[in-house]
């Protein structure tokens, strides 16, 4: 599994016209599911990413996690993380889940970090969305459950 994860003041999800989903001062998640992505992918991802050091403490030094803030998070299925552009103008989606083991795997996702006690807004899957979002520093972190950056 691959995550952006940006630092937002507010974001949301907005599907024809209405706004579907949305989310005040935490992390915005833009989550991609790989064919060989298993619960354990999910697991590592949710882990590190309700844990992770982004927040900034009275200091003003990155030391608070999300569940440290009590910061909420917007979560948003997107294939295109795996998105192969290194051959020829049109990007190969061969390493993208199928859809109905991609969604399994972005609900897993979303019930672990809601069972991590997150308040979890959530995108609408295999769907056209606009997503909207104020980065906060700007601050943004690729991670990868199979550690590939």
Same mark, same amino acid.
């Given at each position: 599994?691959?995550?952006?994860?940006?630092?937002?003041?507010?974001?949301?999800?907005?599907?024809?016209?209405?706004?579907?989903? #949305?989310?005040?001062?935490?992390?915005?998640? %833009?989550?991609?599911?790989? $064919?060989?992505?298993?619960?354990?992918?999910?697991?590592?991802?949710?882990?590190?990413?309700?844990? *992770?050091?982004? &927040?900034?403490? #009275?200091? $003003?030094?990155? #030391? *608070?996690? *999300?569940? /440290?803030?009590? $910061?909420?998070?917007?979560?948003?299925?997107? &294939?295109? *993380?795996?998105?192969?552009?290194?051959?020829?103008?049109?990007?190969?989606?061969?390493?993208?889940?199928?859809?109905?083991?991609?969604?399994?795997?972005?609900?897993? &996702?979303?019930?672990?970090?809601?069972?991590? $006690?997150?308040?979890?807004?959530? =995108?609408?899957?295999?769907?056209?969305?606009?997503?909207? %979002?104020?980065? #906060? =520093?700007?601050?943004?972190?690729? %991670? /990868?459950?199979?550690?590939?950056?």
């Amino acid at each position: 599994m691959r995550a952006v994860v940006q630092r937002t003041d507010r974001s949301s999800v907005t599907v024809d016209g209405a706004v579907i989903a #949305n989310a005040g001062c935490g992390l915005t998640v %833009l989550l991609g599911v790989a $064919g060989d992505d298993t619960e354990e992918d999910a697991r590592y991802l949710t882990e590190k990413i309700v844990n *992770l050091r982004i &927040f900034p403490d #009275n200091e $003003g030094k990155m #030391n *608070l996690s *999300l569940i /440290d803030s009590k $910061g909420e998070l917007l979560v948003v299925s997107q &294939f295109t *993380l795996y998105g192969d552009c290194r051959k020829g103008r049109r990007p190969s989606f061969d390493q993208a889940a199928k859809p109905d083991k991609a969604k399994e795997l972005y609900e897993v &996702f979303i019930r672990l970090c809601r069972e991590a $006690g997150i308040a979890v807004s959530q =995108g609408q899957f295999q769907t056209h969305m606009i997503v909207a %979002l104020d980065n #906060n =520093g700007p601050v943004t972190m690729l %991670l /990868d459950s199979k550690r590939q950056f």
